[in-house]
């Protein structure tokens, strides 16, 4: 299984500010996704980060306000932009390899005020 | 796209008995079907999975079994201890590129 990390792990932001969100693989993955949660409810998925070309997005989410990067094989960054309170979230970075299984990263703890 | 139901959203066991989470699926494309555990403060943790080639997988105390039919698959935990106290919710994904769409998650509560 693959392990992930993420940076920060919680953060609090001002209104209108932007928030970069990193996710770090121990080892090459095929897939990295991107997925939100708001409290107390499930997870929704909000884009698969594309090695090498653009992300692609889930209805409702949309690049300018959640644009992706992903370098390489391990690594990718999610940033939310121009924030506002109803962004506050967790923000959850998943990894999957060769076969089916997903893993997610501990996430990262957004409050907007 | 998919639509993914769970019930229930809230289920107290006693500790030492069984407890069963049900979820049904509308994409009949759908073909990979994992299921999460999620503690407080803590991302999802992979339990256990289902392809759509085998009707039932076990592990130690905990199984799921999936109808294709009747599109809908389940989580079976036996001899429930204290520590399997958590948010479990289903997913399900038609593989390749897809992500996965998650249901609503179901409140397991083990009561001593």
């Known amino acids: 299984s693959a392990v992930i990390s993420q940076k920060p792990s919680r953060d609090i932001c001002q209104r209108g500010t932007s928030l970069t969100i990193q996710c770090q693989v121990d080892?090459?993955?095929?897939?990295m996704f991107w997925y939100r949660q708001q409290p107390g409810q499930s997870l929704t998925l909000i884009a698969t980060?594309?090695?090498?070309?653009?992300?692609?997005?889930e209805s409702g989410f949309v690049i300018d306000k959640f644009p992706i990067s992903r370098p390489n094989l391990t690594f990718s960054t999610l940033t939310v932009s121009n924030m506002s309170p109803e962004d506050s979230s967790i923000y959850l970075c998943?990894?999957?390899?060769?076969?089916?299984?997903?893993?997610f990263g501990p996430g990262t703890r957004l409050t907007v005020t | 796209g998919e639509n993914v139901e769970q019930h229930p959203s809230t289920l107290s066991v006693q500790e030492g008995d069984s407890a069963v989470i049900k979820c049904t699926y509308s994409?009949?494309?759908?073909?990979?079907f994992p299921w999460y555990k999620q503690e407080l403060g803590k991302g999802p943790q992979l339990i256990i999975d289902?392809?759509?080639?085998?009707g039932e997988k076990k592990d130690q105390r905990i199984a799921v079994t999936l109808n294709k039919t009747a599109k809908h698959f389940s989580l079976h935990i036996t001899e429930t201890q204290p520590e399997d106290s958590a948010v479990y919710f289903c997913?399900?994904?038609?593989?390749?590129?897809?992500?996965?769409?998650f249901g609503k998650g179901t409140h397991l509560i083990i009561q001593p």
């Open positions: 997913a399900a994904s038609t593989g390749g590129a897809d992500g996965l769409t």
């Open positions: 289902i392809r759509s080639n085998v």
């Open positions: 080892s090459q993955v095929t897939m």
């Open positions: 994409d009949s494309a759908s073909n990979y």
């Open positions: 998943s990894a999957r390899g060769n076969a089916y299984e997903q893993y």
């Open positions: 980060a594309n090695q090498g070309s653009e992300a692609t997005y």
